[in-house]
């Protein structure tokens, strides 16, 4: 069965230094791997994806992301973590079963990132 | 640009009501999905559309029905709310194909059963 999973509920920083949120996936074919962040009382906001081509995802508000194959991780990072960072972070895969043809997610629990000033 | 609309914000219904939740996209996106988002359960996909007069079920689809009459619109309803419906429902749009990748997201609307 595809899946992601976040084992983390939590995640506590403080700011400036570096963040790491973690996913791990599991799906048939190559999957298409995406990060949201979401505010308190707000929609889920895109922040990158992968699909093909460098395992280094640049995206928005200075995150990055490490696709693993071996490892079947992609772990979202930022060098210098920011108060206003703290947030729900999900990350999800689109159902290879019916490749693009839906792009139906499959979304993790969320992780809670909470940066300290 | 709008991007993805949702209403109402909140509701509060009692048990036995029914209700629709709107949602409107300006985007032209073929793909149009209801989620809802409960503590500790992620999102969890009710129903998805590809297209107008196409919609098929997701994970949890029972008490809810949809229907995609308009690329716009893509509509929730909810037969006859029960506590357990309680949640926060959100809407998402996206190409498909080629084109898709990421889905734009509503604000939401947060819904109590009492």
């Known amino acids: 069965a595809q899946s992601v999973a976040q084992p983390e509920d939590q995640v506590n920083v403080a700011e400036g230094n570096p963040l790491t949120v973690k996913c791990t996936y599991s799906?048939?074919?190559?999957?298409?791997l995406f990060w949201y962040v979401q505010y308190p009382n707000r929609g889920l906001q895109f922040l990158l994806k992968?699909?093909?081509?460098?395992?280094l995802v640049k995206g928005s508000y200075g995150f990055e992301a490490e696709f693993n194959k071996s490892q079947t991780s992609f772990h979202l990072k930022k060098p210098s973590a920011l108060v206003s960072d703290s947030a729900l972070y999900f990350c999800?895969?689109?159902?290879?079963?019916?490749?693009?043809?839906?792009?139906?997610?499959?979304f993790g629990t969320g992780t809670l990132l909470a940066v300290q000033p | 640009n709008a991007g993805v609309t949702q209403t109402p914000k909140f509701q509060v219904l009692k048990t036995g009501q029914s209700m629709t939740l709107q949602c409107a996209q300006d985007?032209?996106?073929?793909?149009m999905s209801w989620y809802r988002q409960d503590p500790g359960m992620g999102l969890r996909l009710i129903h998805y559309?590809?297209?107008?007069?196409?919609?098929d079920q997701g994970e949890v689809p029972n008490g809810y029905n949809v229907s995609r009459s308009t690329t716009e619109d893509f509509p929730l309803r909810l037969l006859s709310a029960a506590p357990s419906q309680t949640s926060v429902y959100f809407c998402?749009?996206?190409?498909?194909?080629?084109?898709?990748?990421?889905?734009?997201f509503g604000p939401g609307t947060r819904l109590t059963v009492t």
């Open positions: 985007m032209n996106h073929e793909y």
């Open positions: 998402a749009s996206s190409y498909t194909g080629t084109r898709s990748g990421e889905q734009y």
């Open positions: 799906v048939s074919g190559n999957p298409y």
């Open positions: 999800a895969v689109r159902d290879a079963l019916y490749g693009g043809a839906t792009n139906k997610l499959i």
């Open positions: 559309s590809v297209g107008a007069g196409i919609t």
């Open positions: 992968y699909i093909t081509g460098d395992n």
